[in-house]
């Protein structure tokens, strides 16, 4: 059974960094990107990078260079996901995703408000 | 950045009825490296299609895709009132982008 697993919500005040985090179960970690995927509220999908967990290649959205930082950990078969210089605009239900396999975690709220 | 236009934004149609979505690229989607996702409200978005036209595991026959370099399509041949939701597509080969949607709603 494939799982992805997000850690929890959060809170943060903008300008501040939010990591959220993915664990990997039930296949093969190394062999299958994942995806950084968020939503704002009442909005689109919107990309926001890729890791190879093979070798920790990443691919980031131009709009958030600089900005997010992926990294993966082949001992825990996680993935964490690095946002910083948090806005408000940043809030959103943020999402772990291996695209041609169709999984997808549950989703991290994470809500940026002074 | 290769940019997705999906059209119509809306679609208003009966159970029964066919339903045909436009996704078109700005440029050439390599290896026709194209998915399209099905999304209810609350939940997340769930995959049907990849690779431009193979169903993904466990989405019905009425669900099919085709096309190829910038023009895809995503075809509901009978909608079920299930079928009622947002649809999105999304380029996975040169990075990565998503379409707008277009809302399929009850007419």
């Known amino acids: 059974q494939v799982h992805l697993v997000q850690s929890g919500a959060e809170v943060k005040k903008p300008g501040a960094s939010v990591k959220v985090s993915c664990k990997a179960s039930g296949y093969s970690f190394i062999n299958y990107y994942i995806h950084w995927v968020r939503q704002a509220p009442g909005q689109g999908l919107e990309w926001m990078g890729r890791i190879n967990p093979y070798d920790a290649d990443t691919d980031y959205a131009e709009k958030l260079k600089g900005r997010v930082t992926m990294a993966r950990d082949t001992s825990t078969t996680t993935v964490h996901m690095e946002l910083s210089s948090l806005r408000t605009d940043d809030t959103a239900v943020y999402y772990c995703?291996?695209?041609?396999?169709?999984?997808w975690g549950q989703g991290t709220l994470v809500t940026v408000s002074s | 950045e290769i940019v997705l236009t999906q059209s119509p934004g809306t679609l208003s149609l009966s159970p029964g009825e066919r339903a045909t979505l436009s996704c078109r690229a700005s440029?050439?989607?390599?290896?026709?490296?194209l998915a399209w996702y099905q999304q209810k409200p609350g939940q997340a978005p769930r995959l049907l299609i990849y690779?431009?036209?193979s169903r993904a595991t466990g989405i019905p026959d009425r669900f099919s895709g085709s096309g190829s370099g910038t023009d895809f399509t995503l075809t509901i041949s009978r909608l079920e009132p299930e079928d009622f939701a947002v649809y999105y597509c999304q380029q996975y080969g040169s990075s990565s982008t998503f379409g707008p949607g277009t809302k399929v709603d009850i007419k």
């Open positions: 995703v291996v695209i041609t396999q169709g999984y």
């Open positions: 690779g431009a036209s």
């Open positions: 440029q050439s989607v390599s290896s026709n490296y």
